[in-house]
């Protein structure tokens, strides 16, 4: 392991509770991989390790944690599917409460728009250090809402801040708003491969696309499988590039397993165009107009191993902290 990777391990420490802010200015705390360099991110405004610092196990809601029991849509993950290591890992167990995730980078404060923790906008390089067992994938399992081992993400607006997610210009409860998911270990029948996606939700719930809202997701080609013999058990870098679209310029979003890009794909400026994304360039990009907060979790039966998890951006300005 070169020093870079070593420097994943770094923790912030000693750091005073952070106060509500959309400009945090952070020191670099971890060198930036080669990936995050070629697009400028450079300031290391999220590194993480596991420890009774860095996760709030106890559920205080506390400001100054990195990790947070997940709490979303009334369901709350059960602390006792997720074991912090001596090492500074964590062993997630799984978790069969029907929440979407063992942890957050955020918690809402039940019943308002406010929270604690950090959701990341304006573009970032994401790189989290894992392993998992593919044996365990291909088991079947039943009882957790996402049964699989997972690193994706929400956004604040509408999930968080209630309303954000209004499609401008159309009637009231017509929302808009993307999900990234950065590793998926979802492939029960090819367990030595990973899924990467990221979906476009949009429409009045229950009404433009019953039961539910509206989803568009980019076509195949999936994500290039692991290099043949790849030991999953033991620990790989997953990294997840988010260039925003300009005026001038596509934005996209890259995967990388261990500094080697495995899926790509872009799109183009989204401003307030009409519904629907179907079919357009710029799918995908309400994306870059959101805060992303991330989410860990597994099924039971299947151990899901994170040994850190790091954030590069050209600074911390367009982020959103608590």
């Given at each position: 392991m070169n020093s870079t990777r070593k420097a994943h391990r770094l923790l912030l420490r000693g750091i005073a509770p952070l106060v509500l802010t959309l400009s945090l200015p952070l020191t670099a705390l971890a060198a930036p991989p080669a990936e995050a360099i070629q697009a400028g991110y450079t300031v290391n405004t999220f590194a993480s390790n596991f420890t009774a610092q860095t996760v709030d196990m106890n559920r205080t809601l506390n400001r100054g944690y990195k990790w947070y029991l997940a709490d979303m849509f009334s369901k709350q993950s059960n602390p006792a599917g997720v074991r912090i290591n001596?090492?500074?890992?964590?062993?997630?167990?799984?978790?069969?409460?029907?929440?979407?995730?063992?942890?957050?980078?955020?918690?809402?404060?039940?019943?308002?728009?406010?929270?604690?923790?950090?959701?990341?906008?304006?573009?970032?390089?994401?790189?989290?250090?894992?392993?998992?067992?593919?044996?365990?994938?291909?088991?079947?399992?039943t009882g957790a809402r996402y049964p699989y081992p997972s690193f994706w993400s929400l956004p604040m607006e509408g999930?968080?801040?209630?309303?954000?997610?209004?499609?401008?210009?159309?009637?009231?409860?017509?929302?808009h708003n993307v999900e990234v998911d950065f590793f998926e270990a979802d492939y029960p029948t090819a367990p030595t491969r990973y899924g990467v996606g990221i979906h476009d939700w949009w429409?009045?719930?229950?009404?433009?696309?019953?039961?539910?809202?509206?989803?568009?997701?980019?076509?195949?080609?999936?994500?290039?499988?692991?290099?043949a013999g790849?030991?999953?058990?033991?620990?790989?870098?997953?990294?997840?590039?988010?260039?925003?679209?300009?005026?001038?310029?596509?934005?996209h979003i890259d995967a990388f397993f261990d500094?080697?890009?495995?899926?790509?794909?872009?799109?183009?400026?989204?401003?307030?165009?009409?519904?629907?994304?179907?079919?357009?360039?710029?799918?995908?990009?309400?994306?870059?107009?959101?805060?992303?907060?991330?989410?860990?979790?597994?099924?039971?039966?299947?151990?899901?191993?994170?040994?850190?998890?790091?954030?590069?951006?050209?600074?911390?300005?367009?982020?959103?902290?608590?």
């Open positions: 001596s090492d500074g890992s964590v062993t997630l167990l799984g978790d069969n409460t029907g929440a979407v995730g063992a942890l957050m980078s955020i918690a809402p404060y039940r019943g308002t728009n406010s929270y604690v923790g950090t959701a990341f906008g304006g573009g970032a390089y994401i790189e989290a250090v894992m392993s998992y067992y593919p044996a365990q994938v291909t088991a079947t399992h999930n968080v801040i209630r309303g954000a997610d209004h499609w401008p210009g159309q009637p009231a409860g017509y929302v429409g009045i719930r229950g009404i433009t696309c019953p039961p539910g809202l509206c989803k568009v997701s980019p076509p195949p080609p999936a994500v290039t499988p692991p290099p790849t030991n999953f058990q033991q620990y790989h870098t997953y990294g997840f590039l988010w260039v925003p679209a300009t005026a001038t310029t596509k934005g500094g080697t890009k495995a899926y790509t794909y872009p799109w183009t400026q989204f401003t307030t165009q009409a519904p629907t994304p179907v079919g357009k360039t710029w799918a995908f990009g309400r994306l870059d107009q959101q805060h992303m907060f991330f989410i860990l979790g597994t099924g039971v039966g299947e151990t899901f191993n994170v040994k850190s998890v790091n954030v590069w951006q050209r600074n911390a300005s367009a982020n959103m902290s608590n």
